[in-house]
């Protein structure tokens, strides 16, 4: 009798530990950004090599503390592609990261889709907003965009414990 109810209080911890890791990964850690309205959306300049404001409305972000990488945003914007192109610096190996599936509105596989197709295109909003983390714009071609936090060549040899490269910044201290 006494290893039948050991058995059940294991899996009601296993089961109360399992339903708050998951709350923890999904739910707790990301809070809303608040749109300032100036500079939310920006994309670095051909000409000035520096982030720039786009126009932009219905502007909805998340973030967490827990991670560079899990920054999200969604927005649209009336200006075209044939401008953005002749204005601004493209990425080239954009890769969506998956948002939680509460945030409807950022969806990885339909953007890496619309990317592969051509029916999006990839900016760099701004180079290493954090050591080794790019963030990346991606707009498609009915004016719907988004950003995420991308690790960039530099981040992905240091954060693995080797000397960057010479074409990267020195990394701040601790990495």
């Keep these: 009798m006494t290893g039948k109810i050991l058995s059940v209080i294991i899996v009601i911890a296993a089961l109360v530990a399992g339903a708050a890791l998951y709350y923890l990964q999904v739910y707790h850690f990301y809070e809303p ?3 300032t309205g100036d500079g939310d959306v920006r994309l670095t300049s051909l000409v000035s090599g520096k982030p720039e404001p786009v126009l ?9 503390d827990s991670s560079p990488i899990r920054y999200r945003a ?9 401008l953005l192109t002749e204005t601004f610096v493209p990425y080239e190996a ?5 948002a939680p599936g509460w945030f ?3 969806d990885a596989e339909e953007i890496g889709m ?18 080794g983390i790019d963030r990346v ?24 414990g080797r000397p960057a490269p010479e074409d990267c910044p020195e990394p701040p201290e601790g990495y």
Excluded at 56 to 64: H, K, L, N, P, T
């Design 74 to 82: 969604c927005f649209t914007t009336p200006t075209s592609h044939a």
């Design 137 to 160: 714009v991606a707009v498609m071609s009915d004016g719907r965009g988004y950003v995420w936090h991308q690790i960039n060549h530099c981040g992905e040899v240091v954060f693995d």
């Design 56 to 64: 932009y409305e219905a502007f909805e972000a998340i973030d967490a």
């Design 104 to 106: 409807d509105c950022f």
């Design 94 to 98: 954009a890769e969506p990261l998956n």
């Design 33 to 35: 950004v608040r749109a």
């Design 114 to 131: 619309a990317l592969e197709e051509g029916d999006a295109l990839a900016f760099l909003g701004q180079r290493n907003i954090q050591y």
